[in-house]
């Protein structure tokens, strides 16, 4: 069981959307197979690949294809929302709240590992595109976020696994490395990681 640390900050979510419309939604498969249930849809449905190049260095697993190296996320619709925000009112509200990836989960706070402690801190990011939230309301309860903290790190290295495997068929040419066939890949993983899990 992991421990955690986290800041004595205080936020309370508006709903203004601003993180669903600033950044592209890095997901595993497990948020994936949780998102694909509760909607009915197809993963390729809802989710895209993000250049590197594009991106800088995230703490997620590359995906190679032919033409590039990519990270896994949500779509976004052309006017840069979530694929799965809708307006109600002038509250920009998740239609997959119960059951969104974990990076939105938790923020605007993130976490790095050290040994088998988890320490959260607030975003720097966030502290420029969460100023109504950020430094209002009560101190933060993280205790949702912290129960979930082991099924979160075993989430990334289950998927880091998966996408390892990709990207030495990749290598070793035993696909050509297109975007369908990583996604029919990636549909079969979730699958076989779904009914394991049912």
Do not use: Q
């Not at 320490?119 to 990011?125: N, S």
């Not at 100023?131 to 989430?155: C, F, M, N, R, W």
């Not at 998966?162 to 990636?186: A, C, H, P, Q």
């Amino acid at each position: 069981m992991m421990k955690a640390e986290f800041p004595r900050v205080r936020f309370t979510c508006v709903l203004c959307g601003e993180c669903c419309r600033r950044y592209w939604i890095p997901v595993t498969h497990r948020d994936v197979a949780r998102i694909a249930r509760y909607t009915g849809m197809r993963p390729r449905e809802f989710l895209a690949l993000f250049p590197k190049e594009m991106a800088a260095d995230w703490d997620e697993p590359v995906i190679r294809l032919r033409d590039g190296e990519y990270y896994l996320v949500l779509k976004k619709r052309l006017d840069g929302t979530c694929i799965f925000n809708k307006w109600i009112g002038d509250k920009l509200i998740c239609s997959v709240h119960s059951v969104k990836p974990n990076v939105c989960r938790y923020y605007p706070f993130i976490y790095w590992l050290n040994g088998d402690i988890a320490k959260f801190e607030v975003y720097d990011k966030a502290l420029g595109y969460c100023p109504p939230g950020i430094g209002k309301g009560g101190y933060v309860d993280l205790k949702i976020e912290i129960s979930s903290i082991s099924d979160a790190v075993k989430a990334k290295t289950e998927f880091r696994e998966i996408i390892n495997k990709w990207d030495e068929l990749v290598r070793e040419g035993s696909v050509n490395g297109t975007l369908e066939e990583f996604m029919d890949y990636l549909e079969k993983a979730i699958d076989a990681y779904s009914r394991k899990n049912s």
